[in-house]
């Protein structure tokens, strides 16, 4: 539940042992009873570097992990590579090396990427993939139909935006205001 503004400043005006009048907190009534204030203070250098030292070996890790992935789409080597079945979306498919969340995860980046081959984070993991190929799988008439209309106007879309781009390259537009 999120305390409004005016019920901390009440907070703030009231002392350990006070007992605040029924307020209104996420449409409902909530009595606040002061049980103990803890004073804003600066952390300790000891305590402080716990957290910077966990955030920052996670962090190097992580750096490492990417650099790691890097060096081996740059030698992709096909003979040491998991390859898969062709995969889709709509199918729930758990991959050999992820769990089924990190699946579903990986292949909706997939499915969104345009490059032939590259790296995609999932959760704690990288992974480097290359398509070797790809097949268009056959549809229902209902599918192939929003396809077709989804495609025609993407098409009609882009020639429209270049058939305006050209004109006005050929005829730049000019803005006259009455009265300057």
């Known amino acids: 539940m999120k305390l ?60 490492a992990l990417f650099i790691l992935a890097e060096s081996h789409l740059k030698d992709f080597n096909q003979s040491t590579a998991i390859i898969s079945d062709f995969v889709q979306i709509e199918k729930n498919i758990n991959m050999k090396p992820l769990n089924s969340q990190e699946s579903v995860a990986f292949l909706q980046k997939l499915f969104t990427s345009t490059q032939e081959k590259g790296i995609i984070s999932v959760m704690d993991k990288i992974i480097v993939y290359n398509i070797l190929e790809q097949k268009i799988i056959p549809m229902d008439n209902n599918q192939s139909l929003a396809i077709k209309e989804t495609v025609d106007t993407l098409k009609n879309n882009i020639f429209e935006r270049n058939l305006i781009d050209t004109l006005d390259k050929k005829y730049p537009t000019e803005a006259y205001v009455n009265g300057l």
Not at 29 to 51: G, L, N, V, W
């Open 4 to 63: 409004t503004p005016m019920i901390w400043m009440d907070l703030q005006e009231n002392s350990v042992g006070d007992i605040l009048k029924p307020k209104i907190v996420a449409d409902t009534y909530a009595t606040i009873k002061i049980e103990h204030i803890t004073i804003p203070r600066e952390k300790t250098y000891d305590e402080a570097k716990e957290e910077v030292t966990l955030a920052y070996s996670i962090q190097a890790k992580k750096e």
